[in-house]
């Protein structure tokens, strides 16, 4: 029966995975290949966030920092430099990554509250000086004209083009993080979440693998921001606001915080539901905003995630007492 | 020069402590870092905006009209939304507070549109003039109400019974449950404390700037943040301190440093005391129980 079961699953996979692979090429409508791409490139952000946030319980709320700085680089050295996409694309990823480490050195010693609060801090600065350092980003005017990857001579300009580019980064990265997932550090960073002090009597190494943490999400947003800077052409300090890391965050919270798949789900949904209801798009950050305290109150672990609904033992500040003797124990972390 | 911005850091500083205080309070009773505190200010004050165009509302009256509006929208959050997740994960309820702050400050941009209005002051511009030196009538009175308020709640604190019950419940709520405190009233109680303060301060903070925009409150909730983790997170004498502490850097930096990069000097100090004394000036330090 598991065998059966098992083979059942990779077929469902493999027609899905042609499915991504192919329908494309049958579609003439530019739009929704636009929005695949947009999706693809938010998957990468939410993974990325799911991973230090959702995984390791380390709450960022300054990740469009790490977008924009990877946009930045990655359009600066394709302007200024004319390095090649896939050079810039790496440094992009690089600066971030660095960036990753530094953020994540001084949060190490925060918890939850005072790490939100301070990661939507710097992520204010990072804003300010994309926005204030007009020699280098040009301020609020942005920069314009940002060239698309080539291959060997060949642009890659059309979003078909584009849409393959991003699904096989995608799949790369998917592919990395759901092996991670099952991997002892997976498996590690779970426990930091859960329980730091017990992971690190466990003899986990709670500092190196946080740090890794943050730097690896945070070179998965670079990655996103360079995709993002040569698929747009142009970027501007207006797309890598608070606003924005709210929108990530509430991707990872409505997949699932702690889910892999959640994270992907979420993206989609919340590319995609924006352009699905084009009719609110004024009140979109309202919406988002009741949204994100509606899942908090009646769904808390979203679509996919498992572990954000046990309750506190004992301490119950209003309520039956008998609710409050139950010692649940805790649900096993998210797929 | 100096004695200038000693007085503009002192006014700004008095604001941020009330500012801190409601966010202190919030944070000691439920262990919430509220972000939609400076928001619901906000909301109170650009009612009052409105108010003042269409119901030609007296200048003064909105400083009793915004603490009153800011303190029952605090309550009403608090009993709509963070009340069901007292017992949750704590992440649960820091990320509703998200939510409610997004929402409000994204309502208010439909409301009211995302310019700075104009806000008019009392004591247009009238000052005591000191050799070299102006201060202004408005700055005066900003120091007297703001300590007056914070005297107030000094005394209320420590002498009326909810205060008493506001300082068990901060130290251990199970305690102060079983103790006979009401929690719950507490809870509110602090909620409603803490918006009249902001409103106060937000009133105040549009009259010195001239200015109300749905992101005002943004912004200070930060700051009030980095000065109630200067001060001793929890901590009323630390949210004072902090705060003032926070008013006079920023005037000072602001002066002689650079003022494009105003607001950086709050998460300076946050990221500073945060790596040296985390428990700040005034707070405990505590240490983690297994």
């Known amino acids: ?335 | 020069m100096f004695l200038e911005q000693l007085v503009n850091g002192l006014a700004m500083g008095s604001i941020y402590a009330l500012i801190t205080l409601g966010f202190t309070m919030v944070y000691g009773v439920i262990r919430l870092v509220n972000f939609a505190h400076g928001d619901v200010y906000m909301f109170a004050v650009m009612a009052c905006v409105s108010l003042l165009a269409s119901a030609h509302l007296p200048l003064w009256m909105t400083l009793l009209l915004a603490p009153v509006i800011a303190g029952a929208l605090g309550v009403a959050l608090a009993w709509s939304t963070y009340r069901h997740l007292l017992n949750a994960p704590r992440i649960n309820m820091l990320l509703a507070a998200v939510g409610v702050a997004i929402a409000l400050e994204n309502l208010a941009i439909r409301l009211w549109g995302p310019q700075t209005q104009p806000f008019p002051s009392l004591w247009e511009g009238r000052a005591i003039v000191l050799g070299t030196t102006q201060i202004s009538y408005l700055q005066i009175f900003m120091l007297v109400l703001s300590y007056g308020i914070m005297l107030a709640l000094n005394l209320l604190v420590k002498k009326t019974k909810i205060g008493i019950a506001m300082r068990a419940s901060a130290e251990d709520m199970t305690t102060a449950r079983l103790m006979g405190a009401p929690v719950m009233q507490v809870v509110y109680a602090t909620f409603a404390i803490g918006g009249v303060m902001g409103g106060v301060a937000g009133i105040q903070f549009a009259m010195y700037y001239n200015a109300a925009y749905p992101m005002m409150g943004f912004v200070p909730t930060l700051k009030a943040f980095s000065a109630a983790v200067l001060g001793g997170i929890g901590s009323i004498p630390g949210a004072m301190l902090g705060g003032l502490v926070l008013g006079l850097a920023e005037a000072l930096g602001a002066a002689y440093i650079s003022s494009g990069y105003r607001d950086a000097i709050a998460f300076a100090i946050l990221i500073l005391i945060l790596l040296v004394r985390p428990s700040g000036v005034l707070g405990r330090s505590t240490v983690e129980k297994v």
């Open chain 1, 1 to 335: 029966m598991p065998v059966r079961a098992l083979s059942d699953r990779r077929v469902l996979a493999g027609a899905f995975g042609l499915l991504l692979v192919v329908a494309p090429l049958f579609s003439s409508n530019q739009y929704l290949i636009r929005l695949l791409v947009m999706s693809g490139i938010n998957i990468l952000l939410a993974m990325g966030l799911n991973l230090i946030s959702g995984v390791t319980g380390q709450l960022s709320m300054g990740h469009a920092a790490f977008y924009g700085m990877g946009a930045y680089t990655s359009a600066l050295l394709m302007l200024r430099l004319s390095v090649p996409f896939w050079f810039s694309a790496l440094a992009a990823a690089l600066v971030a990554g660095v960036f990753g480490v530094l953020l994540g050195i001084p949060t190490l010693r925060l918890r939850g509250d005072y790490l939100a609060i301070t990661t939507v801090g710097l992520g204010e600065i990072v804003h300010l000086i994309f926005l204030n350092w007009d020699s280098v980003t040009n301020g609020p005017l942005g920069l314009p004209g940002i060239p698309a990857p080539s291959l060997m001579r060949v642009q890659l300009g059309s979003n078909l083009a584009y849409y393959y580019l991003v699904l096989v980064v995608d799949v790369l990265v998917a592919g990395s993080l759901f092996r991670l997932a099952r991997s002892r550090v997976g498996r590690a960073l779970i426990a930091i979440r859960d329980d730091e002090l017990t992971a690190e009597t466990m003899g986990i190494d709670t500092t190196r693998l946080k740090v890794t943490a943050f730097a690896f999400s945070a070179v998965l947003a670079g990655v996103a921001g360079a995709l993002f800077a040569s698929y747009m052409s142009f970027i501007s300090p207006e797309n890598f606001t608070y606003s924005e890391s709210v929108t990530m965050l509430l991707m990872v919270v409505l997949g699932g915080m702690g889910s892999y798949w959640g994270a992907i789900a979420g993206a989609g949904i919340l590319t995609i539901a924006p352009e699905a209801l084009r009719v609110l798009s004024e009140w979109r950050m309202v919406v988002y905003g009741v949204a994100l305290v509606v899942l908090m109150i009646v769904r808390p672990q979203g679509l996919f995630g498992s572990g954000f609904t046990e309750k506190k033992p004992v301490k119950k500040i209003k309520g039956k007492a008998s609710e409050s003797a139950e010692l649940k124990a805790p649900v096993g972390g998210g797929d």
